[in-house]
């Protein structure tokens, strides 16, 4: 693994239906990230993490909720999927939370929700 | 509050002449401004960014911004455009928000260099 992983590619998910994004990154970054990205609107925060075992909401953080149970992993989840949740969401992750550091970012799961 | 604008939606520029990219931005404090660029289906990339000093960044690809602090801008340029540069580039702020460095992305601007 070099960077930053996320699973799957691509879903299409039945509205009602719990969906969890997975991400992993191998840099031992402190600082974890999820985004989703809609036309016209860029990239909106919706949880982050600043070191393992603490996280904070975003600016969309309805409907969503995750986890940091350790450095490497920060899986997103959609208790129960509805069709405004369709979108591409993008993990990242950045050395520091509190510093100057770019953030590094993964392939990105498009998810469709029916 | 902390904003990224990036007024233009597509930038046209041909082959060979130079780009501009616009961003303006609005932050309490020092700001750190950050480029990005995305290519079809991939995740975001990192340009440059400015975090103090010299107003005049250079980053990858031949790529450069300028700060100007009164202007509040962070304008992405590069001398002489390649096809290749056609992407889409997002501006980005990071700033304190209710105690927490967040970034601020702009919508983006989609740049299509033409043949």
């Known amino acids: 693994i070099a960077g930053i992983t996320q699973a799957p590619t691509s879903q299409i998910l039945a509205a009602g239906r719990r969906m969890t994004l997975r991400c992993t990154q191998d840099?031992?970054?402190?600082?974890m990230y999820w985004y989703r990205q809609d036309l016209g609107l860029g990239l909106r925060l919706i949880h982050y993490s600043n070191t393992a075992g603490t996280t904070g909401k975003g600016e969309v953080p309805d409907g969503y909720s995750v986890s940091r149970a350790n450095t490497d992993d920060f899986p997103l989840t959609l208790a129960s999927a509805v069709p405004s949740q369709t979108s591409v969401y993008f993990c990242?992750?950045?050395?520091?939370?509190?510093?100057?550091?770019?953030?590094?970012f993964g392939p990105g799961t498009r998810l469709t929700v029916l | 509050a902390q904003s990224v604008a990036q007024p233009e939606d597509q930038v046209n520029v041909a082959e060979g002449n130079p780009l501009t990219v616009k961003c303006t931005y609005s932050?309490?404090?020092?700001?750190?401004l950050f480029w990005y660029v995305q290519y079809p289906n991939r995740g975001l990339q990192f340009l440059l960014k400015y975090i103090t000093g010299d107003n005049l960044v250079k980053g990858s690809y031949g790529f450069e911004a300028e700060f100007n602090k009164s202007q509040t801008s962070f304008h992405l340029k590069k001398p002489s455009a390649l096809v290749s540069d056609s992407a889409l580039y997002f501006c980005?702020?990071?700033?304190?928000?209710?105690?927490?460095?967040?970034?601020?992305f702009g919508t983006g601007t989609r740049l299509k260099v033409l043949a």
């Open positions: 932050v309490s404090g020092n700001p750190y």
């Open positions: 840099m031992r970054h402190n600082a």
């Open positions: 980005a702020v990071r700033g304190l928000t209710s105690g927490t460095y967040k970034y601020i």
């Open positions: 990242a992750s950045s050395e520091q939370p509190t510093s100057a550091h770019e953030q590094f």
